[in-house]
Antibody
Framework: EVRLVESGGGLVQPGRSLRLSCAASGFTFDNYAMHWVRQAPGKGLEWVSGINWNSASIGYADSVKGRFTISRDNARNSLYLQMNSLRAEDTALYYC?????????????????WGQGTLVTVSS | DIQMTQSPSTLSASVGDRVTITCRASQSINNWLAWYQQKPGKVPKLLIHKASSLESGVPSRFSGSGSGTEFTLTISSLQPDDFATYYCQQYNSYSTFGQGTKLEIK
């Protein structure tokens, strides 16, 4: 069974940093691209960032480009999101998601498994 | 960036109705489109990928169609479990979600 467990969320002041983690199990982690998607309270889904299996291909939404950095450690079956210069509008539930296609060199694909999310609140 | 626009934003329907949700892309995304269902307090569930491919385990009353810039999700006969919010997602270039369509009980 695929399992994705996010951690690292919390309350942080504007301008500060936070690092999210996603622990993956139940599948061959280094065979799949991974993504972060967020959902502000009561709002829709917003794609944040994606990374292919070997970190060679990475993409970011314009809203986080230059502030957030996605990375992965295939030896630890883990995905990360380093979030710097946080703003109030970054407040959201952050989901880790796995693409449905294994062995794919890119990262653009549909997401077939999602974690339960970790809540990030940016407020003074 | 590719923008995705869903319509309607809210849809009221009854059990047994046939309903259609539309998703339009600001430029061609070929058929790189997915549909998700999300219920309150739950994670999104993949229904359809590649515009019309039904994900394993998803009931056959769900279907998707379209290519290029216009896509539809159809539920042939609404069941009580189908009342939820639906999102489209393009994955032709990076990824973008539509704003969502809330399907409510009439």
């Amino acid at each position: 069974e695929v399992r994705l467990v996010e951690s690292g969320g919390g309350l942080v002041q504007p301008g500060r940093s936070l690092r999210l983690s996603c622990a993956a199990s139940g599948f061959t982690f280094d065979n799949y691209a991974m993504h972060w998607v967020r959902q502000a309270p009561g709002k829709g889904l917003e794609w944040v960032s994606g990374i292919n299996w070997n970190s060679a291909s990475i993409g970011y939404a314009d809203s986080v480009k230059g502030r957030f950095t996605i990375s992965r450690d295939n030896a630890r079956n883990s995905l990360y999101l380093q979030m710097n210069s946080l703003r109030a509008e970054d407040t959201a539930l952050y989901y880790c998601a796995k693409i449905r296609l294994g062995g794919y060199s890119g990262y653009d694909h549909a997401f077939d498994n999602w974690g339960q999310g970790t809540l990030v609140t940016v407020s003074s | 960036d590719i923008q995705m626009t869903q319509s309607p934003s809210t849809l009221s329907a009854s059990v047994g109705d046939r309903v259609t949700i539309t998703c339009r892309a600001s430029q061609s995304i070929n058929n790189w489109l997915a549909w998700y269902q999300q219920k309150p307090g739950k994670v999104p569930k993949l229904l359809i990928h590649k515009a019309s491919s039904l994900e394993s385990g998803v009931p056959s009353r769900f279907s998707g169609s379209g290519s290029g810039t216009e896509f539809t999700l159809t539920i042939s006969s609404l069941q009580p479990d189908d009342f939820a919010t639906y999102y489209c997602q393009q994955y032709n270039s990076y990824s973008t979600f539509g704003q969502g369509t809330k399907l409510e009980i009439k």
